[in-house]
C-alpha cells in the first residue's frame, strides 16, 4: 500500500485577470510509507497547490487523492475530508508561530485543540523537543529564538500530534546557506528516526537531491520525472531535467559545434540530423587541455573559482561553453584551449520536445 497516491490530479484556477490557469494538468504520483518524497520545480510549476490538495487545503478539480488506503478527496465523488480528518501536518514556508506564547505553548498548541490529557501533553512536548534539541527553550518566547531554533519550533508544533504524513513547503528557505545545510541534515535524520512519511516542497535542486529518497520534477502542472536521484541526475527524461538538475548546469551544443562534433560520433543517437537533435554534455565532462590536441578550438573568457573547483567559460564557435576541472592553475584567462569529450558521456534530445533521445 502506497503511504499517498495522486490519481490523475487536475486543478483549475479561475481569476478575472487571468482566465483560467491550469495549475496542475494531470499528475499521478505515489508516495511509499516512511520515504522522505520531494516535489521540485521553478517557481509557479504547482509545487504548492499539489502539497494544498495532499493537505485538502485546497480541493482538486479533477482526480483523486488516497492516504493509506483512505480516499480523503475525489472530483467525482465529491468528497473532501477536511485537513484534520486526514492526519497530516504541514509547515509553510513562513512557519508562523505564535509570538506571545512560549515554544512550550507553541508545541502544545494542536494537542490543547485536540483536548488531550494534560500530562500526556507535557510528555508529548518534552520527547518532541529532546528530539529536536530544543528542550531548553521551552520557556522563550519565538522573538527570542534564531531562524534555525524557530524553524525546529514549528517542525515539532507539525509533528507533536504523531500525523502519518508531514508536508512541508519550502520551510528552509528563510534560513541562511550554513544553517539550511545543517538543518537539512536534521531534518533527513529526524525524519528517519520517526519514519513519518514526508512530502518536502522545493525549487532548489540541490536541496531535492540531498534530502528526497525519491524527487518528482515539476514543469508547468506537469510531472517530468520521478526518481531517486541518481536516477533524475544520470539519467534525465528529458532536457528540462537534464538542465534544472546539476550545478553548474549541463551545457547543450548549438549548431555549428554539432554538425563538427557529428562527424566523429558513432552512436545512432547522436548521428541523427543535426536538424532536429540537441546534445547536452555536462560540465565535469568536458576535457580541456592545451597540447593542441581536440576536436573544438576555444577561448577562456573567465575562470571562475567555486572553492574546490573551477569554472572555466570558453568561447567556442561563438557559444559558450561551461567546463568544470580541479586544477584551474595551467589555464588563464584569454588563453587559447582545446576542448573533447568522450561520445559515452552526451545526452541526446529531440530539438521538437525536448525528449530523451536513447
Ligand atoms: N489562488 C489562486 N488563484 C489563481 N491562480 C493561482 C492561485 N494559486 C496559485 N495560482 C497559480 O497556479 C500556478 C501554480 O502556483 P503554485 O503556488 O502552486 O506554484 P509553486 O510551484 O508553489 O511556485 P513557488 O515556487 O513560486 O512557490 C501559478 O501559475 C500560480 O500563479
Ligand atoms: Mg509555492
Redesign the pocket.
Known amino acids: 500500500m502506497n503511504a499517498i497516491s495522486l490519481k490523475r490530479i487536475k486543478?483549475d484556477?479561475?481569476?478575472l485577470r487571468?482566465g483560467k490557469?491550469e495549475?496542475?494538468k494531470d499528475i499521478c504520483l505515489e508516495v511509499d510509507p516512511g520515504s522522505f518524497f520531494v516535489?521540485l520545480?521553478?517557481?509557479?510549476?504547482?509545487?504548492?497547490?499539489?502539497?494544498?490538495i495532499i493537505a485538502g487545503i485546497e480541493n482538486p478539480t479533477a482526480g483523486d487523492v488516497m492516504i493509506g488506503d483512505e480516499v480523503v478527496a475525489s472530483a467525482s465523488q465529491r468528497k473532501y475530508l477536511t485537513p484534520r480528518r486526514r492526519d497530516v501536518a504541514m509547515v509553510f514556508?513562513s512557519y508562523a508561530l505564535y509570538p506571545h506564547m512560549t515554544v512550550y505553548d507553541n508545541i502544545a498548541f494542536p494537542l490543547k485543540i485536540a483536548k488531550t490529557e494534560r500530562g500526556e501533553i507535557g510528555r508529548r512536548v518534552r520527547q518532541v523537543s529532546e528530539t529536536l534539541e530544543i528542550a531548553d527553550l521551552l520557556e522563550a518566547k519565538p522573538a527570542e529564538l534564531s531562524g534555525g531554533q524557530r524553524q525546529r519550533v514549528a517542525l515539532g508544533r507539525a509533528i507533536v500530534r504523531k500525523p502519518s504524513v508531514l508536508l512541508l513547503?519550502?520551510p528552509l528557505s528563510n534560513l541562511d546557506a550554513l544553517l539550511r545545510i545543517s538543518m537539512r541534515a536534521e531534518l533527513k535524520k529526524i525524519q528517519r528516526r520517526l519514519e513519518l512519511t514526508t512530502v518536502f516542497?522545493t525549487?532548489d535542486q540541490l536541496e531535492a537531491l540531498s534530502l528526497g529518497d525519491r524527487v518528482a520534477v515539476?514543469k508547468d502542472?506537469l510531472v517530468q520525472q520521478v526518481g531517486t536521484p541518481h536516477d533524475i541526475f544520470s539519467d534525465p527524461a528529458n532536457l528540462f531535467v537534464a538542465q534544472f538538475i546539476g550545478t553548474p548546469p549541463m551545457n547543450v551544443l548549438d549548431g555549428r559545434m554539432l554538425e563538427k562534433a557529428r562527424k566523429r560520433l558513432r552512436n545512432t543517437a547522436t548521428r541523427q540530423d543535426p536538424g532536429r537533435i540537441l546534445l547536452g554534455i555536462r560540465p565535469a565532462h568536458i576535457r580541456v587541455s592545451t597540447d593542441g590536441e581536440g576536436l573544438f578550438d576555444g577561448n577562456i573568457s573567465l575562470i571562475s573559482s567555486l572553492g574546490n573547483e573551477n569554472l572555466l567559460y570558453i568561447d567556442v564557435m561563438g557559444q559558450q561553453i561551461l567546463a568544470s576541472v580541479t586544477d584551474a592553475g595551467r589555464f588563464k584567462e584569454g588563453q587559447t584551449v582545446q576542448i573533447d569529450f568522450d561520445e559515452t558521456t552526451l545526452f541526446s534530445f529531440r530539438k521538437e520536445d525536448g525528449g530523451r533521445i536513447r
Do not use: F, I, M, W
Open positions: 486543478k484556477y479561475v481569476s487571468r490557469v495549475a496542475l516535489l520545480g521553478p517557481s509557479g510549476c504547482g509545487k504548492s497547490t499539489l502539497l494544498n514556508q513547503d519550502e516542497v525549487h515539476l502542472g
